[in-house]
């Protein structure tokens, strides 16, 4: 059973940075992509980035491109999320997901399997 653990979340200044991690620590991953989803508070589950397995295909919403960079090593079976110039619109509750594949984890219709989260609180 594919069990998808975050870690990493935290408190943290604006224009701060923090990683993200998320361990599969249960059996193999049958889907390729991985990503990131998240909710803050009072609003709708929103999609962050995607990975395809290799790591050479990548996607971010608007909202955080250029700023968060996804990665994955397949050996360690982990995938991160290095989030730099945070914002205080950033704050929310971080999911790992994984899915069929990178493009098909960008709609919450498309994940299969989804972390419990890790908490991103950026404020003064």
């Known amino acids: 059973q594919v069990q998808l653990v975050e870690s990493g979340g935290g408190l943290v200044q604006p224009g701060g940075s923090l990683r993200l991690s998320c361990v599969n620590s249960g059996s193999d991953l049958p889907r390729t992509g991985m990503g990131w989803f998240r909710e803050a508070p009072g609003k709708e589950r929103e999609f962050v980035a995607s990975i395809s397995k290799k790591g050479t295909i990548t996607n971010y919403s608007d909202s955080v491109r250029g700023r968060f960079t996804i990665s994955r090593d397949n050996a360690e079976a982990t995938m991160y999320l290095q989030m730099d110039n945070l914002r205080p619109e950033d704050t929310a509750l971080y999911y790992c997901?994984?899915?069929?594949?990178?493009?098909?984890?960008?709609?919450?219709?498309?994940?299969?399997?989804w972390g419990k989260g890790t908490l991103v609180t950026v404020t003064t």
């Open positions: 997901t994984a899915g069929w594949d990178s493009v098909e984890i960008m709609k919450s219709d498309g994940v299969d399997y």
